[in-house]
């Protein structure tokens, strides 16, 4: 049974830093990832990882946010520095499978003073 378990949302100020963690379990995974949405919007793309490290970032959270991954656990990270109102939403994890793709159930992070 697969399952994603995400973990590291909450409050933070400005300016703040959070990180996130999803650790996948269940099956072999490929690519991994974050994605969030804010209420009344799409979900978007933060940042992925390939099983090999490539990085790929969304434009605005570039130089601001690293994801890093450890192999070994299928677990991924998100640090997410410099924090800004704007980056308040729900994100998600998202891992690639042999057959498909699976989504973790979402942890919220706000950024408010």
């Known amino acids: 049974q697969v399952q994603l378990v995400e973990s590291g949302g909450g409050l933070v100020q400005p300016g703040g830093s959070l990180k996130l963690s999803c650790a996948a379990s269940g099956s072999i995974f490929y690519d991994m990832g974050w994605y969030r949405q804010a209420p009344g919007k799409q979900r978007d793309l933060v940042a992925t990882?390939?099983?090999?490290?490539?990085?790929n970032y969304a434009d605005s959270v570039k130089d601001r946010f690293s994801i890093s991954r450890d192999g070994a656990k299928d677990t991924i990270y998100l640090q997410m520095n410099s924090l800004k109102p704007e980056d308040t939403a729900v994100y998600y994890c998202?891992?690639?499978?042999?057959?498909?793709?699976?989504w973790g159930q979402g942890t919220q992070v706000t950024v408010s003073s």
């Open positions: 990882i390939t099983r090999r490290g490539t990085t």
């Open positions: 998202k891992a690639s499978g042999t057959l498909r793709e699976y």
